[in-house]
């Protein structure tokens, strides 16, 4: 397999289930004009080695191995027969692991999840997995989903730690999880703007790595001609700067990139027509005073 590299496609064009507001950033600028500034910025593409990996440890102390995947699909455990998912010390799953939600396939995940050799197993749910938002209000649910989900679904999944608006440690390296994103209809949906930064201002301001469904605005967020990037996300990674941040939710931007601060990977695993394609993506990173 050759080093695979996703080319960024930079548009302005934002969907209107997902535009961006002109209201002022926190920089002093609108969105828009904040907006024009992050596609002339400097973004690096990193290429997958053929160990599906973005980095390499050095020689120096002790290095944890994450694996991180996404947007699954309620195929996970074709997934593990189809396409590898290595070995390591931490699995990180972005979301969307099931379509609907459904009690049974949430079972039959869970089970998927217990036969993966990872010591540690690390999640946050997606738009798709229906009825773990405790918040959301069923009554505005997108058409197609009614009444489809499964309340506290996250309850069925005992082999795995989910995580939403938490933190986790793993040997001294701090993890925050959080699901919200801007599609409307769906579970853990947030208006852009106000109610989405007061969302991400629960951050604490010390994170080694971001795990969200969602991507933030510039970055690996290409849909089509559109961008579904979150604004306010991409300023609570500015103003922190974990070393990576991993998502999901646009299949179509799988891969890596940097703003040489922070690595940030789509780890989507499905195409559009959620066929199974591509492999987990893998970094390492040093435990601390190892």
Same mark, same amino acid.
């Given at each position: 397999?050759?080093?695979?590299?996703?080319?960024? =496609?930079? *548009?302005?064009?934002?969907?209107?289930?997902?535009?961006?507001? !002109?209201? /002022?950033?926190?920089?002093?600028?609108?969105?828009?004009?904040?907006?024009?500034?992050?596609?002339?910025?400097?973004?690096?593409?990193?290429?997958?080695?053929?160990?599906?990996?973005?980095?390499?440890?050095? %020689?120096?102390?002790?290095?944890?191995?994450?694996?991180?995947?996404?947007?699954?699909?309620? $195929?996970?455990?074709?997934?593990?027969?189809?396409?590898?998912?290595?070995?390591?010390?931490?699995?990180?799953? *972005?979301? &969307?692991?099931?379509?609907?939600?459904?009690? %049974?396939?949430?079972?039959?995940?869970?089970? $998927?999840?217990?036969?993966?050799?990872?010591?540690?197993?690390?999640?946050?749910?997606?738009? =798709?997995?229906?009825?773990? &938002?405790?918040?959301? !209000?069923?009554?505005?649910?997108?058409?197609?989903?009614?009444?489809?989900?499964?309340? %506290?679904?996250?309850?069925?999944?005992?082999?795995?730690?989910?995580?939403?608006?938490?933190?986790?440690e793993i040997?001294?390296?701090?993890?925050?999880?959080?699901?919200?994103? #801007?599609?409307?209809?769906?579970?853990?949906?947030?208006?852009?703007?106000?109610?989405?930064?007061?969302?991400?201002?629960?951050? #604490?301001?010390?994170? &080694?790595?971001?795990?969200?469904?969602?991507?933030?605005?510039?970055?690996? &967020?290409?849909?089509?001609?559109?961008?579904?990037?979150?604004?306010?996300?991409?300023?609570?990674?500015?103003?922190?700067? #974990?070393?990576?941040?991993?998502?999901? =939710?646009?299949?179509?931007?799988?891969?890596?990139?940097t703003n040489?601060?922070t690595t940030?990977?789509?780890?989507?695993? *499905?195409?559009?027509?959620?066929?199974?394609?591509?492999? /987990?993506?893998?970094?390492?990173?040093?435990?601390?005073?190892?």
């Open positions: 397999m050759n080093p695979l590299s996703i080319r960024i =496609h930079l *548009c302005p064009q934002i969907p209107l289930s997902h535009r961006i507001n !002109d209201s /002022p950033g926190r920089r002093g600028q609108s969105r828009r004009e904040f907006w024009e500034t992050i596609k002339r910025d400097n973004k690096t593409v990193i290429a997958v080695t053929l160990n599906d990996a973005v980095n390499s440890p050095d %020689e120096t102390g002790r290095w944890l191995k994450f694996v991180v995947i996404s947007d699954t699909h309620d $195929q996970l455990g074709e997934m593990m027969e189809k396409i590898p998912i290595p070995d390591g010390d931490v699995l990180i799953h *972005c979301g &969307d692991m099931t379509n609907r939600g459904e009690k %049974e396939k949430l079972e039959a995940l869970n089970e $998927q999840f217990g036969q993966l050799p990872h010591k540690h197993k690390v999640v946050v749910a997606g738009n =798709h997995d229906l009825g773990f &938002d405790d918040t959301e !209000d069923w009554s505005k649910r997108h058409y197609k989903y009614p009444n489809d989900g499964t309340r %506290e679904g996250y309850k069925l999944l005992t082999n795995v730690t989910w995580l939403h608006d938490k933190a986790h040997e001294g390296i701090k993890i925050y999880g959080s699901s919200w994103h #801007p599609l409307r209809g769906y579970p853990f949906y947030v208006d852009r703007g106000e109610k989405m930064a007061a969302k991400w201002m629960k951050m #604490p301001d010390e994170v &080694d790595i971001l795990i969200t469904h969602a991507p933030p605005l510039g970055y690996l &967020d290409t849909f089509g001609t559109e961008r579904w990037g979150d604004y306010d996300l991409l300023q609570a990674i500015e103003k922190r700067n #974990p070393k990576f941040h991993v998502f999901g =939710h646009v299949h179509e931007s799988y891969g890596s990139a040489n601060r940030f990977i789509n780890a989507a695993a *499905c195409l559009k027509s959620n066929t199974l394609s591509n492999k /987990p993506i893998v970094f390492y990173m040093k435990v601390p005073n190892s």
